[in-house]
């Protein structure tokens, strides 16, 4: 069958009306999906809380940036070899790999004794971690049945939200107790157990006859890519964030340059083609989820125009991810394919208007009312993203009936998701530095500027609907 377009069998499954009641007897495969994103979001944002207390206890306080951004670039480098890993072992073994992996580097970083070998164990878990965040969306398609899959990505989304919260009160409630290392050892306790859980509930999935190579020349450049991102977000001053950035987008080009004319690639085919609808999906997935960059900001902007502590400046920044997670619970509920993909052009139009709201409301000096109203701006933001997200998933996850290829495609959702936000985090950061030394201004100005990626976000979806008609 060919990989080009959905069939409009794969398509209209997709789009059947189904109850959350339905999932019950694929809760245990659930469990497993949702479990790998939810260490993977842990991990995170497990450090910033933990951090200051392990570079007391073995130094290194000059990678204090690089312990996040080595977990990060390494994640986008394991994600691009999901189809591979489930092409050669299967969902059972390509997970239990994936949870050994993550384990293993997680119990290297607790008993490390210095930075350089953190850092190692942390490089270790990404690899793990960014194949789990693949694995969780290319296996949604063998695991649920096609009716179910907005379910699934709406419960799979849903635990970036939570590991938002969990990780920084994780990491510092170890830390509290001077008992930083056992945060690793918790998380890895809790691999062991979905690794154990991954061969009993997930479907039995074989290995492919034919297993496409890795594609090294698409591997190199997109990890270089993520690579000048994550220095783009780290170094200070205007021209390094600059140059870097600008790295980055040539290495991003190369890379699609690349892909177009490639015998394997990390991406499916359909993506480089003219009349594909799946090139505007996943830009639709990247300038939509590019929003939660604000939570790299928002507890900065919160501590510095109203004083508020780092615990309650924390929570008004997962904000946006919370009102994701609700939102998206909610928005499987549209049971029709003509409110579905209402819903993928709705949703950015929301999450561009809580943005702007959010940007009216920075002022200096500012006050404690204005907390509640910054926060009610960043749920409906972020509601913007759960009612479009999970239906831009179905959408990936249903532009081939070849399994190979949808599972690439699948993965990519992340993949995408992870580069536009790291590429937004590390242009706020510009912005920071621009309107110093007025926070409110640098809050306007990011708040704004990814309304604008929003609108934009709205304008490929609207693109991929009528490619998709």
């Known amino acids: 069958m060919g990989t080009d377009q959905p069939s409009t069998t794969t398509t209209s499954r997709a789009a059947e009306t189904s109850s959350w009641t339905d999932m019950r007897p694929y809760a245990g495969a659930t469990v497993v999906l949702a479990g790998g994103i939810l260490l993977t979001a842990i991990n995170i944002y497990l450090t910033t809380s933990l951090l200051p207390s392990a570079v007391a206890d073995i130094g290194g306080r000059s990678y204090y940036a690089w312990v996040t951004t080595a977990y990060m670039i390494a994640s986008v480098v394991s994600a691009m070899l999901v ?103 918790s998380v890895a306790l809790l691999g062991v157990v979905l690794g154990a859980l ?10 492919v006859d034919h297993v496409e190579s890795v594609p090294y020349p698409s591997l190199a450049l997109l990890s270089a890519a993520a690579a000048a991102i ?87 920044g997962a904000t946006i991810s919370g009102g994701w997670s609700l939102a998206g619970l909610g928005s499987v509920r549209a049971g029709t394919r003509r409110a579905q993909r209402r819903l993928r052009i709705v949703g950015p139009a929301v999450l561009a208007g809580g943005l702007l709201v959010a940007a009216a409301l920075q002022t200096e000096p500012s006050n404690g009312w204005l907390v509640l109203g910054w926060a009610i701006a960043l749920v409906i933001a972020g509601s913007g993203i759960g009612l479009a997200f999970p239906h831009m998933s179905v959408a990936a996850m249903s532009s081939s009936d070849d399994e190979q290829q949808a599972a690439k495609a699948a993965a ?58």
Not at 198 to 207: I, K, M, N
């Open 83 to 185: 189809s591979q890993a489930l092409g050669r072992y299967g969902a059972r073994r390509a997970y239990v790999i994936a949870f050994g992996t993550f384990v293993a580097g997680s119990l290297l970083a607790a008993v490390t004794p210095a930075m350089g070998v953190l850092l190692v164990g942390r490089v270790i878990q990404g690899l793990g971690g960014g194949v789990l965040s693949g694995l969780a969306f290319a296996t949604i398609r063998t695991a649920l049945p096609a009716r179910l899959w907005a379910q699934g990505t709406a419960v799979v989304s849903a635990m970036f939200a939570i590991g938002t919260l969990v990780g920084p009160a994780l990491g510092g409630a170890f830390a509290q107790f001077g008992s930083w290392r056992l945060a690793f050892g």
């Open 412 to 469: 990519g959702v992340p993949m995408v998701g992870l580069i536009s936000q790291s590429m937004v985090v590390a242009i706020g950061g510009v912005l920071v530095s621009v309107t110093s030394p007025s926070v409110a201004d640098a809050a306007r100005s990011i708040f704004s500027a990814i309304a604008l990626l929003a609108l934009l976000g709205l304008l490929c979806s609207a693109r991929a609907l009528r490619a998709e008609s």
């Open 198 to 207: 991954a061969p009993r509930v997930l479907p039995a999935t074989g290995e």
């Open 230 to 316: 994550s220095i783009g977000s780290i170094v200070s001053g205007v021209v390094p964030v600059a140059a870097a950035l600008g790295c980055a987008a040539i290495l991003l080009l190369g890379f699609v340059a690349w892909e177009r004319r490639a015998p394997t690639t990390v991406l499916p085919k359909p993506t480089y083609d003219g009349g594909s609808a799946l090139r505007w999906v996943y830009l639709s997935i990247g300038l939509t989820t590019a929003a939660v960059a604000t939570e790299a900001f928002t507890p900065l902007f919160g501590q510095r125009l109203i004083g508020l502590g780092p615990l309650v400046a924390g929570f008004l």
